[in-house]
């Protein structure tokens, strides 16, 4: 690696601490969130870990987290942070529809939007709010599905996916209901956003709600339908930028 290369990396890990983990107020608003999902001794996956600020957040409520992190370099910074927490399990793996092997597109400059999913990279190009991101190189990683850790380790109490684009690939291999999850969605993918509503609309009679962006807040006072919830996703406008869709039983 060139000394450029690890420049890069280093300010984007570096930007990425700096937008998760040295904004209290935003910390306070993730906690209170999770809260409403996640108990003490309860089971977490959080999938997409990234540097770890959702495993975090798991952790200080008194739950155990299997955390998965494909981006090797990503990974390091998850290990340091929580590779001595009794309660995790890191795992340098993605989550998909079959247990194999899968490319994985690495944006050093950015990493937070490392994706497995080339449609991803496709509807980034020339949109409003992704000027700049290049993802400019790839590794092949593991793969596993969200079946195969229930199988591990136990059918979790919550699942959050954050994994840029191939959230609709993570839920294609799960085949049962769980009690609350949360995706991410982006406004430049909307469809994808429908395709995990409907997936989750399969499994199990899930009622939904949304938070925009970095909120930590859900929108609705209520739980609301497959239907509200798409037409909402289909009116944001492109410059929302992303959310999460939280689901129940």
């Known amino acids: ?37 996640v108990r003490p001794g309860g089971l977490v996956f959080d999938v997409g870990a990234h540097v770890g600020d959702r495993t975090a957040s798991f952790l200080r409520l008194g739950a155990s987290v299997v955390a998965l992190e494909p981006q090797p370099r990503v990974f390091r910074a998850l290990r340091l942070l929580h590779g001595r927490q009794a309660k995790a ?7 998909g529809q079959d247990e194999s092997q899968i490319v994985f597109y690495l944006n050093r400059r950015n990493p937070t939007v490392a994706t497995a999913s080339a449609e991803f990279i496709d509807a980034a190009s020339g949109a409003q709010g992704w000027e700049g991101q290049v993802w400019d190189q790839s590794v092949t990683v593991p793969m596993t599905t969200l079946d195969a850790l229930i199988a591990r380790f136990g059918s979790p109490d919550f699942i959050k996916i954050d994994v840029e684009g191939h959230e609709a690939d993570v839920l294609a291999g799960l085949s049962v209901a769980v009690p609350a999850l949360s995706f991410e969605f982006t406004t430049i993918q909307k469809t994808c956003a429908h395709d995990c509503i409907d997936r989750l609309s399969a499994l199990g009679p899930y009622h939904f709600n ?31 930028n992303s959310g999460d869709v939280y689901a129940r039983l």
């Open 210 to 240: 949304l938070s925009l962006g970095e909120e930590h807040a859900l929108r609705y006072p209520g739980w609301v339908t497959t239907e509200v919830l798409k037409d909402e996703i289909e009116a944001l406008p492109e410059a929302a």
């Open 89 to 95: 399990t890191l795992l340098p793996w993605a989550v």
């Open 1 to 37: 690696m060139t000394q450029e290369d690890a420049g890069n990396w280093r300010a984007g890990i570096g930007r990425s601490f700096d937008i998760y983990y040295r904004d209290a107020a935003r910390t306070r608003r993730m906690d209170a969130l999770n809260r409403r999902f």
